[in-house]
Each structure stands twice: as structure tokens, then as C-alpha cells.
């Protein structure tokens, strides 16, 4: 069975802390994702990485950086958190087709709440 | 900016009727195109993907696509309680796009039991 797991599912810090959220996946994807979604808004790609050390500034990615040192793992740092940051964070992976990003398998998320 | 356009819905069906779930996408060489269930709290899985234009069947769910129309539909036939979940639609723009998969912000649907 595929999987992407995330560390926390549920996360509370406070404002100016360093936050690290990890994602693995288990089915040797080259391309991750980082998104956040928050109601009315959707899905918003923050960075995304198609290779090892490698990465893409998604929509989003401003006080956000991210970390790819092995192809299973994927982490997304909020270098000093904010409370606009607020939200759920989803992270996922998939391979790639001629088409583009083949389907995406998402993790559980991270329900982050900074205070 | 390669848009994907949902109505945000709520669209309420009675249990056992067809849902029909539609999506406008604005890059007219967007080559895949998928659809995601989430249920409240939960992350999108997968329902369905589709490549061609025309119909493609998996159980109660039907994907439609017409590239020259730039649209793709979902129908749920004999809808059950258990689908009411918000949809969202996916598309992999052309490579203009840059291989970025763009989500729409998704139909709440209510199956009334």
C-alpha cells in the first residue's frame, strides 16, 4: 500500500519560532510537494522538488524554504513563523508522465496553529 | 495564469440521484486531467484520471473530457451519503505551464439520505 506519511498532525508553536515539517514517501517518487490549503482558497503549491537537492518555488513560497537530501524525504521550513501561516499543510508525491506530474498521493497533513 | 474553475457548490443531491460535478480549465494544451475526493478534515485521494477526450468508467463514477470545450466532469451515479465530500479537479497545463499541476478550489457535495 502507498503512503505519505508527515510527522505531526497536529502542531501549535509560537510567533518567530523555527518550525520543520517533514513528509516521507514510500514508493520512490522523484517529484514532492509542499501545499497549503486554507477554506476559500484551495490548494496552494508552496515549493515543490522533482529531483534530489533540487527544488521550485511554488505560488506561494515566501517565508517558506524547503529540503530535499534524500529522494524518500521532503522537508518545508518556516524559517520564523508567522500567524498568517496558520493553516493546513499537505505535502504529497508522485512520478512523472509525458503528460506532467502523474496523480498526486497526499499525506495526512500537518494542522499547524501558531500563536 | 492557467486557471481551473469549480463552482464552490454546495450542490445537494437525494441519496440514489446523479451528482455532476463540472470544471472549466483555461490552457487549452492541458494534456491530464484528474479528479480528488476530500472529505472533511482528511487529504484528496484519488478517484479518477483521464487523458482523452470522451467518457472513461470506474464503478459509479464516470469521467468526462472535451478538450475543445475545456471542460471536464465527474458524474456519481446512485449517489450514497457516504459521497458527500468536497471535489476537487486537477490539470497538468502544457508545457507552457511549467508541469505545475493546478488544483480548483473544489465542489462541496451533499448526498441528502
Known amino acids: 500500500d502507498v503512503k505519505v506519511t508527515q510527522s505531526s498532525r497536529y502542531l501549535v508553536k509560537r510567533t518567530g519560532e523555527k518550525v520543520f515539517l517533514e513528509c516521507v514517501q514510500d514508493m520512490d517518487h522523484e517529484n514532492m510537494f509542499w501545499y497549503r490549503q486554507d477554506p476559500g482558497l484551495g490548494l496552494r503549491l508552496i515549493y515543490f522538488?522533482?529531483?534530489?537537492?533540487?527544488?521550485e518555488k511554488g505560488d506561494i513560497p515566501e517565508g517558506y524554504s524547503v529540503s530535499r537530501e534524500k529522494k524518500e524525504r521532503f522537508s518545508l521550513i518556516l524559517e520564523s513563523a508567522s500567524t498568517n501561516q496558520t493553516s493546513m499543510y499537505l505535502c504529497?508525491?508522485?512520478?512523472?508522465?509525458?503528460?506532467?506530474?502523474?496523480?498526486?498521493?497526499f499525506g495526512p497533513g500537518t494542522r499547524l496553529t501558531v500563536l | 495564469q492557467k486557471e481551473v474553475e469549480q463552482n464552490s457548490g454546495p450542490l445537494s443531491v437525494p441519496e440514489g440521484a446523479i451528482a455532476s460535478l463540472n470544471c472549466t480549465y483555461s490552457?487549452?494544451?492541458?494534456?491530464?486531467f484528474f479528479w480528488y475526493r476530500q472529505y472533511s478534515g482528511k487529504s484528496p485521494e484519488l478517484i479518477m484520471s483521464i487523458y482523452s477526450n470522451g467518457d472513461k468508467e470506474d464503478g459509479r463514477f464516470t469521467a468526462q473530457l472535451n478538450k475543445a470545450s475545456q471542460y471536464v466532469s465527474l458524474l456519481i451515479r446512485d449517489s450514497q451519503p457516504s459521497d458527500s465530500a468536497t471535489y476537487l479537479c486537477a490539470v497538468n497545463p502544457g508545457n507552457t505551464g511549467g508541469f505545475k499541476t493546478i488544483f480548483g478550489a473544489g465542489t462541496r457535495l451533499f448526498v441528502k439520505a
Open positions: 490552457d487549452r494544451g492541458s494534456q491530464s
Open positions: 504529497a508525491s508522485s512520478s512523472t508522465s509525458s503528460g506532467g506530474f502523474d496523480e498526486q498521493f
Open positions: 522538488s522533482y529531483d534530489v537537492k533540487m527544488k
